[in-house]
């Protein structure tokens, strides 16, 4: 009996703990944020390539992501965001979105060029993925967690990098 008393006090107490986890990809970015409660946010998929929505090479996805969502137990994304449209942060998104459950696709639209949108979108329908706009959600709540969501949209700049969506994670 202490036996499987201590076994279960261990398992009962061992604290559970958010994860945060940036992936290499090279010049762009992927970060993933796990809660306590498997809940997952994925912000932008890193990637190569031109500006352009279909690459043929997704090896960042295939060897990187994807196999650390595995070995995760991850098999669906509640949240992605995609910070602004420069394939080094979301070239892999056509591979991640045909292999892994997204339930919503978080972006600014106004920063997309429209048949870069249009693909997105359309991709989207097939997935059944819900998009929202950023300036739509300024915040998500996840158990204890709160991601801030800045649309730092500047129009009058042709710089995607100042299209960005800034994500505030307090912990």
């Known amino acids: 009996y202490f036996l499987i008393t201590l076994v279960i006090i261990s398992t009962l107490s061992k604290p559970s703990n958010a994860e945060l986890t940036i992936f290499d990809v090279g010049q762009g970015d992927s970060i993933l944020f796990k809660s306590n409660t498997n809940k997952t946010v994925l912000i932008d998929t890193g990637g190569k390539g031109e500006e352009n929505f279909e690459f043929k090479h997704h090896n960042i996805a295939k060897y990187k992501i994807l196999p650390s969502l595995k070995r995760r137990g991850i098999t669906t994304i509640d949240y992605l965001i995609i910070t602004h ?68 949209f500047i129009s009058s700049s042709s710089d995607k990098n100042e299209y960005s969506i800034i994500t505030l994670i307090k912990y």
């Open 85 to 152: 449209p420069h394939a080094d942060h979301m070239g892999e998104l056509p591979y991640i979105i045909d292999h892994v459950k997204i339930k919503n696709l978080i972006l600014n639209s106004d920063g997309f060029p429209k048949h870069l949108l249009n693909q997105v979108h359309n991709e989207c329908k097939k997935k059944r993925i819900n998009i929202i706009e950023a300036k739509n959600i300024p915040q998500i709540k996840i158990d204890d967690t709160e991601l801030k969501i800045y649309d730092t």
